[in-house]
């Protein structure tokens, strides 16, 4: 894993592709982490997001569906944000096109390459490529300056997540992970964490922790116990222990459901699970 620097910038306001955030701070959640799995409690833990039903971006360039809405979307004051996760959009880029230099500050930002290749330039001369099985980690701090861009024959597919850090400031830094044949085993493999867990890049969150995973063909794994986890299916079907399926594109919002097993589907999946223990509040 590397660590690239870059200068501060003023803007007192989390940036958003098309918008400007107000800041939000975290708060540690006092939710019980242990099991509901009682049937009445079990609606309220588990709550089924369609991919059909995630915001759609749809451009000559950029075809995204996210969970929150962004940009030029209309405020939803019930879906702003789950746990620390305010950000968490899926991007398909043609070739030849991306997100031109724009600035962010006070954010953490994980990148997941599903298909293709993501080019990162910043401000400092930072730069990397990554591709499947590859993720980037960006810790904005006080202010950086950074683009994103496809430069390659073939789309860019993508699953781009963004959480609030403990406390605003700091030098921002970058990273490039790999987690190599990592992957290979089933298991879920942690990709970023602040302090939870080892992993490839530190997070400025103490709170929170992104797993990814590639289960083989009726592979069951695990997933953590946290007040609150958000579960992405990017590719295959998988279905909670419950009886609860999610297919390519869909999420499942957990709140403090206990260590919940998902088994994959006869191809197989691949999936991203946040783990958080704290969640947002309005500055």
């Not at 955030?21 to 089924?48: F, H, L, V, W, Y």
């Not at 990273?175 to 890049?201: F, H, K, M, Q």
Request: glycine content about 12%; charged content about 20%; hydrophobic content about 40%.
């Amino acid at each position: 894993v590397t660590h690239r620097s870059a200068r501060s910038a003023t803007r007192k306001s989390r940036q958003v592709r098309g918008g400007t955030r107000p800041a939000a701070t975290a708060i540690i959640s006092e939710m019980n982490e242990t099991d509901q799995s009682g049937a009445g409690n079990r609606a309220k833990a588990i709550e089924i997001r369609p991919a059909a039903s995630r915001i759609g971006t749809r451009m000559d360039w950029l075809d995204a569906r996210g969970s929150f809405p962004m940009g030029h979307h209309p405020t939803d004051a019930d879906n702003t944000h789950f746990g620390l996760l305010y950000v968490h959009q899926e991007d398909r880029i043609a070739p030849h096109s991306g997100f031109p230099p724009h600035p962010h500050r006070n954010v953490e930002v994980v990148t997941w390459v599903l298909g293709g290749a993501l080019e990162h330039r910043d401000d400092t001369g930072g730069e990397g490529v990554i591709r499947p099985g590859q993720a980037q980690h960006m810790s904005a701090g006080t202010g950086v300056v950074h683009s994103e861009m496809n430069p390659f024959a073939e789309d860019a597919h993508v699953v781009q997540m963004w959480i609030a850090p403990d406390e605003a400031g700091g030098e921002p830094y970058y990273s490039d992970i790999d987690l190599g044949t990592a992957l290979d085993g089933g298991a879920l493999v942690a990709v970023a964490s602040g302090g939870r867990t080892e992993a490839p890049a530190k997070l400025r969150q103490a709170e929170a922790t992104l797993w990814a995973g590639r289960p083989g063909p009726a592979v069951a794994v695990n997933l953590p116990d946290a007040p609150f986890v958000h579960l992405f299916c990017a590719r295959g079907e998988l279905s909670l222990e419950g009886g609860e399926r999610l297919g390519a594109g869909d999420v499942a919002r957990l709140r403090s459901a206990g260590r919940l097993a998902l088994t994959a589907s006869a191809e197989g999946c691949e999936l991203l699970a946040w783990e958080m223990h704290a969640e947002l509040r309005d500055a």
